[in-house]
């Protein structure tokens, strides 16, 4: 069973940064794909970036260039920085890790940290 554990959401003002992490417990699977969504309110869950096999990343058109996804393998921790956050940018974010289990791929979720952006 794997555990996901995010941090370091919070209220910011545009223009501000924030770094969240996301800590992994009981990761003895072969990860697939591990990366952050979103879901703002009255909004459908989006992909915000993510890391697939080999290392290559991913992200969504709307925070390329602001927002960086990286991973600590030796802590289990995986990281978003958010640069120039954006009103736009407030909602609940979500870490989720793809592992290969029983044969089969199967996603793991976090329980979300809040991110408001506001002036």
């Known amino acids: 069973q794997v555990r996901l554990v995010e941090s370091g959401g919070g209220l910011v003002q545009p223009g501000d940064s924030l770094t969240l992490a996301c800590v992994a417990a009981?990761?003895?699977?072969?990860?697939?794909?591990m990366g952050w969504f979103r879901r703002a309110p009255g909004k459908e869950r989006e992909l915000v970036a993510d890391?697939?096999?080999?290392?290559?990343?991913n992200y969504g058109p709307s925070v390329k260039g602001r927002f960086t996804i990286s991973r600590d393998i030796a802590r289990n921790t995986m990281y978003l920085e958010m640069n120039n956050l954006q009103v736009e940018d407030t909602a609940v974010y979500y870490c989720?890790?793809?592992?290969?289990?029983?044969?089969?791929?199967?996603?793991?979720w976090g329980q979300g940290t809040q991110v408001t952006v506001s002036s």
């Open positions: 890391i697939v096999t080999g290392g290559s990343t």
């Open positions: 009981g990761l003895t699977f072969s990860i697939n794909d």
């Open positions: 989720n890790y793809n592992v290969w289990q029983n044969g089969g791929l199967r996603d793991y």
